[in-house]
């Protein structure tokens, strides 16, 4: 199994920034995707940010030219600098990561972590 821990999260005004960092441990495995996906009260699951195994990124257009997302293979893990953070950013975020394995893939979630951006 694999396990996801995210941490980063917290309250901040509009305009600020927050970090949000992701770390995967447990078996090994073989990257295909890392990312956050976030979660409004009363809203859908929405993809903001992701990174492939070859280094090539996707964002929300919501959040493109604020966020950056960024990876240590190494570890792995993976980062969401999130900066002109607005009211509409507050949303419970999650770490995902898709895996290769024989046969397609594998799909994990982390715990979620509490962004709220209010003054």
């Known amino acids: 199994q694999v396990q996801l821990v995210e941490s980063g999260g917290g309250l901040v005004q509009p305009g600020g920034s927050l970090r949000l960092s992701c770390a995967a441990s447990?078996?090994?495995?073989?990257?295909?995707?890392m990312g956050w996906y976030r979660q409004a009260p009363g809203k859908q699951r929405e993809l903001v940010a992701h990174i492939l195994v070859g280094g090539s990124t996707r964002y929300a257009d919501s959040v493109k030219g604020r966020f950056t997302i960024s990876r240590d293979n190494a570890k792995p893990t993976v980062f969401l600098q999130m900066n002109n953070l607005k009211p509409e950013d507050t949303a419970v975020y999650y770490c995902n990561l898709l895996t290769t394995v024989v046969g397609g893939r594998l799909e994990y979630w982390g715990q979620g972590t509490q962004v709220t951006v209010s003054s």
């Open positions: 447990g078996r090994s495995f073989i990257m295909y995707a």
